[in-house]
């Protein structure tokens, strides 16, 4: 589709499970197909497991008990090695496509983490403890109330979007910076923070895009005073939404910002692809009179800002072109 890249379509783990891939990861499979041969199979690895806890996670015909109980088993196989337990109760619970493929699967994902090299292996165990540590921390406050609940306060919203997404923005930066010694031009820490927010950036996007949907669900990422009202009445969560929704814009910028100082091609791209979409995606909510769900960018926006991450990534002077269509600094 993009042709400035010539690719090796190396398999991440087998052709099976680059096709699941595919199937699970929407628009997050463009970025990885894209990435170069030495840390391609590591991000894609450590997707698919992040992907396979999440369906866990969601598997609400599953007492909460018991889906913690099996996200604790599959972190600690990741951890240490062995078995990730039990996982038919929620194989059974899956309709048939590829989450279920992907949970059948998992014993043999991670046995592939055992086989990563000692450094790619640590930061994988790393990035999915944390990711586990979201995922369960959902479950405890969202399930054991019959009414709607909210996070409560900006420091809960933060430490959610950090364990879920923002540490995979540390997790891809110290994955890159073990590859390329001369990976960006900002050092290390300020490379690290910068990746931090893009990650958090591009989860608030979803908690802002999702919001209404999420409101009827009985759940609020956003720190409302009162939820259930809310729930009924989506227009007082307004000044609260659009908040988040500022924030939201400002950890892309950081994502901008760290899209700008790393040096592979590649890399720019697949950085370059999801910020893009994340500011998109902004810009429409930034169009509706009130809140409201169904907002997303379609596929055909995605494949023409594929072809924009693509020219800006191998054109650096292009840059401020880009910024200044979606009111990005710099």
Known sequence: ??????????????????????????????????????????VGL????????????????LDPGKRLEVLANLSRSIAKGGDPGDLSACINAQADGPEKLLLERLPLLCEKVRELRESHRALVQEVIAKIIRGQSLD??????????????????????????????????????????????????EELLSRATKFGQGLQLVNIVRDFPSDLQAGRSYLPLPNPEKAKNDPALAEPEWDRWRL?????????????????????RFACALPVLIGFRTLELLDREPQIRPGV????????WLILVAAVVAIFPFLEPVIARKWRIRG
């Open 1 to 42: 589709m993009v042709p400035f890249f010539p690719l090796k379509t190396t398999p991440i783990v087998s052709p099976e499970l680059f096709a699941l891939l595919k199937n699970v990861s929407r628009s997050f499979y463009l970025s990885v197909r894209f990435l170069p041969e030495q840390i391609r199979q590591t």
């Open 46 to 61: 450590a997707y698919l497991l992040a992907r396979g806890s999440d369906t866990i996670a969601d598997t609400n015909r």
């Open 139 to 188: 479950i405890e406050r969202f399930e054991s109330q019959l009414e709607a609940q909210a996070l409560p306060d900006d420091a809960a919203v933060e430490e959610y979007t950090y364990l879920v997404a923002g540490c995979v923005g540390e997790f891809w930066t110290k994955l890159c910076l073990l590859e390329w010694p001369r990976y960006s031009s900002l050092e290390q």
């Open 247 to 267: 924030r939201a814009h400002q950890y892309l910028q950081s994502g901008w910002e760290h899209f700008r100082a790393i040096r592979p091609p590649r890399v």
């Open 296 to 303: 997303k960018v379609s596929r055909g926006e995605v494949r």
